[in-house]
């Protein structure tokens, strides 16, 4: 009995760490693009997709706000090389939980699907079913000088 209980000392916390260093891996890195991820571009008309590069012009002065239960990869100022730049929390905005005054965009991970919905000075307008892994970029809105996006319904797709 007293080698069983030795025995288990010994190997659970290697099964357990097996078990972490495995989940830990899974999530996707910042900074190593998959081939497997596309590009979206969210503007005025509409979402379009488009080769693994960013959009030339500047990042729109605004906010992303994160109104899912889980943390959210978010862009501010766009990198062909990144994903994102830092994991924006349930409930925040990247204004006030970062500090930006900018906001490029948002990257939505393998398996799951969001709704982003976009402000245009009235009322929230639903911007599409968002179907990851994508990374989904900003064009700035011309028609205003903030723009506010909004992540909403995220669920496993």
Not at 44 to 59: L, M, R
Not at 96 to 117: A, L
Request: hydrophobic share 35%; with cysteine.
């Amino acid at each position: 009995m007293r080698y069983w209980r030795t025995l288990a000392t010994l190997v659970v916390p290697v099964i357990a760490m097996v078990t972490m260093s495995a989940a830990a891996s899974a999530a996707p890195n910042p900074d190593t693009p998959s081939p497997d991820t596309r590009t979206v571009v969210l503007g005025s008309d509409g979402p379009v997709s488009v080769a693994y590069i960013c959009v030339s012009d500047p990042p729109p002065a605004g906010y992303v706000s994160n109104e899912t239960s889980v943390g959210t990869g978010v862009i501010h100022i766009c990198n062909p090389n990144k994903l994102y730049d830092a994991v924006l929390s349930p409930g925040q905005r990247t204004d006030g939980q970062f500090g930006w005054g900018t906001s490029h965009g948002f990257y939505i991970g393998d398996g799951y699907c969001v709704t982003p919905h976009k402000w245009n000075g009235s009322h929230w307008i639903p911007q599409g079913l968002i179907e990851g892994p994508t990374r989904v970029v900003f064009h700035n809105d011309t028609a205003q000088s903030y723009d506010r996006w909004a992540l909403r319904g995220l669920h496993r797709c």
